[in-house]
């Protein structure tokens, strides 16, 4: 992930263009490789990632529109669209759980099974990080460099919980307005009973450190490329 240019720079769009051509191409490899399966088996087995996959799109175009606001983001602006952007941010990083349906199924070798479902997560993985990136530049330019990096640990604590919500409670993003009592009630009985849930903190915490750590490796590795360059 290369280092962040100004807003709105020449070096930016064309920047930002590239990576969409990249993650467009590296989508449609996805996309293949399930209609591939589709056409051996005749069978819609694992369809529904398409779906997740969308899904994981959704806060990686919303931190887009924002950095190409004409001007700097408001935090009048930012600190509402966050908490739209944070209601979906956990659906990227999701996408590597899809490996609990990793099955052997007799019509499709269990190797490319392993496939399809790591491009899909690849791809999800890659579009949370892009995102988290862009709304760490965001809030950078807003709170300081400091208030960029809380918010970095904050959004992947909550990310990393809301995956947890997702696979093992069966929560989804529209719960947030469909059913916010339940949601609600199952995330307050864990923060006032957090001895009774060592599941939900210890699954949180480890994916969180697990996605800081892979976050700031691909920050890393996009700075070094520039200083080369």
Known sequence: MPAS??????????????????????????VALLAGRIYLTHQLTYVFLLWNLFLAVVPFGMSTMLSLAAGPVR?????????????????????????????????????????????????????????LQE??????????????????????LLGSLGVYFGRFLRYNSWNVVSNPL???????????????YPGTYGATLLLTALLLLGYLLVRQLGHAATEQR
């Open 5 to 30: 240019p100004p807003l709105l720079s020449f070096d930016y769009m064309r920047q930002r263009l590239g990576l969409l051509l990249l993650f467009g191409a590296s989508m449609a490899a996805s």
């Open 182 to 196: 339940a949601l609600g009630q199952d995330l307050l009985e864990r923060f006032l009973h957090p001895f009774a």
């Open 135 to 156: 709304m760490q530049r965001l809030y950078a330019r807003a709170f300081g460099r400091g208030g960029g990096w809380v918010f970095v640990v904050v959004a992947l």
């Open 75 to 131: 935090r009048r602006v930012l600190l509402p669209a966050t908490g739209v952007w944070l209601v979906f941010f956990p659906n990227a990083p999701y996408l590597i759980t899809d490996f609990f349906h990793l099955y052997t199924w007799p019509a499709v070798p269990g190797w490319y099974d392993l496939v399809l479902i790591l491009s899909f997560a690849w791809n999800g993985l890659m579009l949370g990080f892009c995102s």
